[in-house]
Nanobody, 114 residues
Framework: VQLVESGGGLVQAGGSLRLSCVAS????????MGWYRQAPGKQRELIAGITTGAGNTNYADSVKGRFTISRDNSKNTMYLQMNGLKPEDTAVYYC????????WGQGTQVTVSS
């Protein structure tokens, strides 16, 4: 499975971005996907997850109410709509898929200026 993220960039506080993650390869075994982020000097953390079947979602408290995870199974694509961005959301955002094993994308930088 290969994962490619896009949509990162520089935005002012209060702004919005939408990240995309396109999966290719043996995607039929993926049963859940998620978005992680890693800020400088911090550990990588799970911020949102979604199951590919029922579409059940979960969020970290730090993003709940501001970020929305979704997926389009027909396009093998997962999204993260990020609204109300804050400087503390600045990080590299990674796409993850759970299948035969865990798979990671290369990451996309999100920078929020104050």
């Amino acid at each position: 499975v290969q994962l490619v993220e896009s949509g990162g960039g520089l935005v002012q506080a209060g702004g919005s971005l939408r990240l995309s993650c396109v999966a290719s390869g043996s995607t039929f075994k993926i049963d859940a996907m998620g978005w992680y982020r890693q800020a400088p000097g911090k550990q990588r953390e799970l911020i949102a997850g979604i199951t590919t079947g029922a579409g059940n979602t979960n969020y970290a408290d730090s993003v709940k109410g501001r970020f929305t995870i979704s997926r389009d199974n027909s396009k093998n694509t997962m999204y993260l709509q990020m609204n109300g961005l804050k400087p503390e959301d600045t990080a590299v955002y990674y796409c993850h898929a759970r299948g035969f094993r865990g798979y990671w994308g290369q990451g996309t930088q999100v920078t929020v200026s104050s």
